[in-house]
């Protein structure tokens, strides 16, 4: 017996994004997820639009270029959505330009002079940058506003899903590893750490490559957010002081006075990592339609509203 149009499983950004566009198109939809949406991995991102560990490209171009411009839209309330746009330099990522490069407005060479010593060659862009827990409750208000539904109660499979629903969204990340169960999904572990802004304006990401450390630092309303790791299999949760400390040396070579600022926090999330997204719909033995949105990596807020929309055409075709 269903008691629901839609049932979104899972409650970070990819959930909420997906739950807000279905029931902004008239869905009845209900987000289950075992986790508050600050104890997701969501609410530790960097929150730069920017694709980053995420397959198949040409597929992830398409959903950044278009969640690009939602994110653009909403910076026009940043109090209310969390989204500012904020000038920076990606460094070290190659010649380009792919679809990405192309796509991105006011995207140019960084000159050598814009370029922190020892890094190169890079790009210049102006582009959307998230406060990633200001961002998650605007979704949730943004979902009730809309009709849509929150339940916090984990799910031990999509059949036990299907008998509440007709149509089952999986948005569940690292849980699809059991909920479907999906072993090709695997954590990427990320560490940051929060300091206090000693006056940094503008964002700064290089990220070479699939290696286990990159240097970024992100300017947030809470603190200037320094990273960070990518540790494939790594399922821990806790913090290491090494690591933070490296973190913060890499840092400094961008900003020396990152050295001598106070540490706020440390924060540790898990990426949903896999080969490729799986964004497919199929039949479950029941006959609800499943459609799967998960294994978005590092990418998820870059990715959202473009694997929401691609969500809303396989429901509202019925696929398969």
């Known amino acids: 017996m269903t008691t629901s149009d839609v049932i979104v499983i899972g409650g970070g950004v990819i959930g909420l994004t997906t739950a807000v566009g279905l029931a902004e198109s008239g869905r009845a939809v209900r987000v289950v997820s075992r986790d508050p949406a600050l104890d997701t ?28 411009h939602v994110l653009a839209e909403l910076a026009a309330r940043p109090a209310q959505t969390g989204v500012r746009m904020v000038p920076g330099t990606v460094a070290e990522a190659g010649d380009g330009p792919d679809g990405w490069h192309a796509a991105v407005p006011g995207l140019r060479r960084a000159t050598p002079d814009e370029l922190p010593r020892g890094f190169g060659p890079g790009w210049r862009a102006r582009m959307p940058l998230v406060d990633m827990p200001a961002h998650l409750r605007y979704l949730e208000q943004r979902l009730a506003a809309a ?19 007709g149509t089952v969204v999986n948005c569940s990340g690292l849980g699809a590893r059991e909920l479907v169960p999906d072993v090709a999904v695997h954590p990427v572990q990320g560490q940051v750490v929060i300091a206090e802004n000693p006056g940094i304006e503008e964002w700064f990401v290089s990220a070479a490559g699939h290696a286990e450390t990159m240097t970024y630092v992100l300017p947030q309303p809470y603190g200037v957010v320094l990273g ?76 959202a509203w473009g694997c929401a929309d691609e969500v809303l055409r396989l429901t509202a075709d019925g696929a398969p």
């Open 41 to 68: 991995a969501s609410a530790v991102a960097g929150g730069l639009c920017w694709p980053y560990r995420v397959r198949p490209e040409d597929r992830a171009v398409a959903w950044s270029v278009r969640s690009l």
């Open 147 to 165: 009709g849509g539904t929150l339940q916090r109660h984990p799910f031990t499979s999509l059949a036990e899903a299907a008998r509440e629903a």
């Open 228 to 303: 960070g790791t990518a540790r494939e299999g790594a399922w821990s949760r806790e913090p290491d002081p090494a690591a933070a400390r490296a973190i913060v040396e890499r840092c400094a070579l961008v900003h020396p006075k990152l050295a001598h600022a106070r540490v706020l926090a440390h924060r540790v999330g898990l990426r949903p990592a896999r080969t490729a997204v799986r964004l497919e719909a199929e039949r479950l033995p029941n006959g609800a339609l499943c459609v799967h949105n998960y294994g978005h990596g590092g990418a998820g807020v870059t990715v």
